[in-house]
């Protein structure tokens, strides 16, 4: 069974999932050094998806003007 790619907003709701772990009531020690690591790796994701979005839109608007 293939794989299915991580989308934007799949990203950002795994970030609330660890989000909630991390603000709830009974945090796993054992947990946090696990959920920090694909937090940052999930926020750099996002990073480059929305800056390459900008990169396509300004190409796109740029185009349009010519």
């Known amino acids: 069974m293939a794989k299915k790619e991580?989308?934007?907003?799949d990203?950002?709701?795994?970030?609330k999932g660890i989000l909630?772990?991390?603000e709830g009531q009974?945090?796993?020690?054992d947990q946090?050094?696990?959920d920090v690591k694909r937090s940052s790796e999930l926020i750099k994701f996002c990073?480059?998806?929305l800056r390459k979005t900008e990169e396509e839109v300004d190409t796109i608007l740029?185009?349009?003007k010519e």
């Open 26 to 29: 009974e945090v796993n020690i």
């Open 6 to 9: 991580l989308t934007y907003n």
């Open 11 to 15: 990203a950002l709701e795994e970030l």
């Open 20 to 22: 909630q772990r991390l």
């Open 32 to 34: 946090i050094a696990t």
């Open 47 to 49: 990073k480059e998806k």
């Open 62 to 64: 740029r185009d349009m």
